[in-house]
């Protein structure tokens, strides 16, 4: 099955200037649009969550609009959590070292259960 990640808008993020909920520190400024996913401005991320112990290796920084995409399957559920992780490893590829990119994506994989399964 291919799935298109082509990013046809640029990511726009803005800082919040309430506190965050939930670590959400960031809202889109403008759509952002990948493949057929259209996330919405206003939409809230955290972009990459990242333990505090990992933080000398991975910056938020890292693959954010991967992140988005990503926040944004996790938050709508518009695909199987599998195949929104699987995107995320994808939209990474060149962005980031592939060293880089296996250990995030091993990270999510054993942690993204939690945040799924999450209630708003």
């Known amino acids: 099955m291919e799935i298109d ?3 046809k808008t640029d990511l726009v993020l803005r800082r919040r200037r309430e506190a ?7 809202i889109l400024g403008d759509i952002f649009v990948v493949g057929n996913w259209t996330v919405p401005v206003g939409f809230q991320t ?5 333990p505090a112990i990992a933080r000398m290796f991975v910056s938020k920084l890292d693959g954010v609009e ?5 926040d944004w399957h996790y938050s709508t559920k518009t695909v199987r959590r599998k195949t929104a992780d699987r995107i995320f490893l994808e939209m990474l ?8 990119r296996w250990a995030m ?5 054993a942690g993204g259960w939690y945040a799924w399964n999450a209630k708003e």
Not at 20 to 26: E, L, R, S
């Open 93 to 100: 590829k060149g962005v980031v070292p592939e060293y880089k």
């Open 46 to 50: 955290d972009l990459v969550s990242v």
């Open 5 to 7: 990640l082509t990013q």
């Open 20 to 26: 965050p909920k939930k670590g959400c520190q960031f």
């Open 66 to 70: 991967a992140s988005c995409i990503h």
């Open 105 to 109: 994506y091993a990270a999510l994989r």
